[in-house]
């Protein structure tokens, strides 16, 4: 699990991997018995006694549905609803409760303490390297440290946090 994945836990939030995988399809297979593969019989379509053409009148190639044997494994896909984490109620709560003063709202530092998640300047820098960070923004940490704080945000509301949008300018 990546440190993102973690910051996305600490908040109560499921992360994309997790939403798919709850959002996949169900998929019924027939269960056959036997080793044996099963014989396969051609079904036609029916053929109309007067096929010429009729003036006014087109037939589209279509799909023959009748050439599908009943019992056919069938996907089934029914929508699931993302739900929305009210992240800075959360966080707001876990700042109130702490002793210790922090500003997770401009600061990436902060933010972490306050998830009682590893703040140091190597976890910030691996968390940067997970998230994309630019090379020239790793060179100096103030500015990883912002992109980071800004990134880590904007990711946690594609995951279904609420961030209000004048904290992801």
Not at 45 to 71: H, I, Q, W
Not at 76 to 102: F, G, H, I, T, Y
Not at 110 to 115: E, P, S, T
Not at 136 to 153: G, Q, Y
Request: aromatic share 4%.
């Amino acid at each position: 699990m990546g440190l993102f994945s973690n910051i996305l836990d600490k908040l109560g939030i499921k992360g994309k991997e997790e939403k798919q995988a709850a959002a996949k399809p169900a998929v019924t297979i027939p269960k056959t018995t036997s080793t044996e593969m099963p014989k396969t019989t051609a079904v036609a379509s029916p053929v109309k006694k007067d096929s010429r053409p009729v003036a006014g009148k087109t037939e589209k190639p279509g799909f023959n549905l009748d050439a599908f044997p009943k019992g056919t494994p069938s996907v089934v896909s029914k929508p699931v609803a993302v739900p929305v984490v009210d992240v800075v109620a959360k966080l707001e709560k876990l700042s109130a409760e702490s002793a210790e003063k922090l500003n997770w709202k401009s600061s990436i530092v902060d933010l972490l303490k306050l998830l009682g998640i590893d703040s140091s300047y190597e976890a910030r820098k691996e968390l940067a390297v997970e998230l994309g960070c630019p090379t020239e923004k790793m060179a100096d940490s103030a500015e990883m440290n912002i992109w980071l704080h800004k990134t880590v945000l904007a990711k946690i509301a594609e995951n279904g946090g609420n961030i209000p949008a004048n904290m992801l300018d």
